[in-house]
């Protein structure tokens, strides 16, 4: 079976102390790989979708890249505001279009 | 309204209430999703609905039912929850099937609450 691995499950920074978060996925074949964004009560905001190894997706503070078996959310000098959980998925080559989410990371950055 | 729209947004109901959540989608797209999302675990689907047409029931209790009369809108009827079934309910919605990665856009969530 598919599955999405995350961590940390939380991680505390203070104000400008870059970061990443990573999610470790194995699937038989990758259609795509997804992060979103959710901040508490909410639901997931859409940031990037990567799609081969070696790829990079950049939105203001935030990085993601791709390898074969993980991709990293890159945070370069966060801001208070950037605290949410971050949430990883992958949506596999072969049959539906069905996500398989990780269970996120907690980001906590504090002023 | 534009993007994914949920309500209500908080509902507490007792194990012999009946109760709807309702979901529309502003996106033109095709194919709907529910979610449930617990604390501490993967959001977890329940039903797909692909050009009104359920494509996916992930082995969900009987005690709910979905309804999809267009592709805009999509009902999660609710009957004689349990305790456990309390937690965020997330619809999303996507393009549908092209052969390419679909990207799925969600909602603000319904928090239920089963007393």
């Known amino acids: 079976e598919d599955q999405v691995t995350q961590s940390p499950e939380a991680l505390r920074l203070q104000e400008g102390e870059s970061s990443s978060l990573n999610c470790s996925y194995t699937?038989?074949?990758?259609?795509?790989l997804f992060w979103y964004r959710q901040d508490p009560g909410k639901g997931p905001e859409f940031l990037f979708t990567l799609y081969s190894a070696g790829e990079e997706k950049e939105k203001e503070r935030l990085k993601a890249t791709l390898t074969k078996k993980e991709s990293f959310l890159h945070i370069t000098a966060p801001k208070p505001e950037d605290s949410a959980t971050y949430l990883c998925?992958?949506?596999?080559?072969?049959?539906?279009?069905?996500?398989?989410f990780g269970t996120g990371t907690r980001l906590t950055v504090i002023p | 309204e534009t993007g994914v729209t949920q309500t209500p947004r908080h509902l507490v109901m007792g194990m012999t209430n009946k109760k709807s959540l309702k979901c529309e989608q502003h996106l033109g797209h095709n194919a709907m999703y529910w979610y449930k999302q617990s604390a501490k675990k993967p959001l977890e689907l329940m039903f797909v609905y692909n050009f009104k047409e359920q494509t996916e029931n992930n082995s969900v209790p009987s005690r709910f039912s979905p309804e999809c009369p267009n592709s805009s809108h999509l009902f999660l009827h609710l009957h004689t929850l349990q305790p456990e079934d309390s937690a965020l309910y997330l619809c999303?919605?996507?393009?549908?099937?092209?052969?390419?990665?679909?990207?799925?856009?969600f909602g603000p969530g319904t928090r239920l609450t089963v007393l």
């Open positions: 699937v038989s074949g990758l259609r795509g």
């Open positions: 999303a919605s996507s393009q549908g099937w092209s052969g390419g990665t679909d990207t799925q856009y």
């Open positions: 998925a992958v949506q596999e080559l072969e049959g539906a279009n069905n996500l398989f």
